[in-house]
């Protein structure tokens, strides 16, 4: 079963708005992940974010942690049209040994009308 | 650099037939991991390799099974396909095991009819 749970499941925004989506998480974790996406193609890594950061930014994109509340959250400031997608956040579960194996959220698809 | 592909990009079986999926990960990459994709249950860990061994498997039956070669390329092997394992197959790859970011392939679409 899946570990992240992602709100809202839609969302549908103008071009130069700005997008937030959140992503919640069941265990701990080592890091969490953001990936984008399109139209049922392969996965697109945005973001990488480690348990004891709180915040990152890469370019359009801002990164939020909070492990208290086993949350986070992407926002993406001035949407274009090429930013819909569906996004999903992956944890690593926190498993005691090396692993690669990521824990995917159920996705958020984003919709920018141009 | 050429990134992760997948081939076939798209199949069609019936059902009780048996696929295999193959997996090129981007040159210098080690380790391999396969997830399933569907809209019911969304992304699920299939298994991942590294130096030809499988080093960790999802929660799927036995008819499930993959393995790596030596350059390190990977094949996934589904046997008697049922309609259920119809799917967007995905492969991943990354520098070695325990390393974070992994580089998604375009995916394979299985279709069970």
């Known amino acids: 079963s899946q570990q992240g749970e992602e709100d809202p499941q839609a969302l549908s925004i103008q071009e130069g708005e700005n997008a937030t989506m959140n992503c919640s998480y069941k265990?701990?974790?080592?890091?969490l992940q953001w990936y984008r996406q399109n139209s049922g193609r392969g996965l697109v890594h945005l973001i990488l974010?480690?348990?004891?950061?709180r915040e990152k930014h890469s370019g359009r994109l801002r990164v939020t942690l909070d492990t208290s509340k086993k949350s986070s959250s992407l926002l993406i400031t001035a949407s274009r049209a090429a930013d819909t997608a569906s996004y999903f956040c992956?944890?690593?579960?926190?498993?005691?040994?090396?692993?690669?194996?990521?824990?995917f959220g159920t996705g958020t698809l984003l919709a920018v009308q141009p | 650099k050429a990134g992760v592909t997948q081939t076939p990009r798209y199949l069609i079986k019936t059902r009780g037939q048996q696929v295999t999926l193959s997996c090129s990960p981007i040159?210098?990459?080690?380790?391999v991991s396969w997830y399933q994709q569907t809209p019911g249950q969304g992304l699920q860990f299939l298994f991942e390799?590294?130096?030809?061994?499988?080093?960790n498997k999802g929660n799927f039956p036995g008819r499930f099974s993959g393995r790596q070669f030596s350059n390190s390329r990977s094949e996934m092997n589904v046997s008697t396909l049922e309609l259920g394992d119809s799917a967007l197959y995905l492969c991943?790859?990354?520098?070695?095991?325990?390393?974070?970011?992994?580089?998604f392939g375009p995916g394979t679409r299985l279709l069970v009819l």
């Open positions: 040159s210098g990459h080690r380790s």
């Open positions: 265990t701990s974790i080592n890091n």
């Open positions: 390799y590294f130096s030809e061994t499988q080093r």
């Open positions: 974010i480690r348990s004891n950061e």
């Open positions: 991943a790859s990354s520098l070695a095991w325990g390393q974070e970011t992994q580089y």
């Open positions: 992956a944890t690593d579960g926190n498993y005691g040994g090396a692993t690669n194996k990521l824990i």
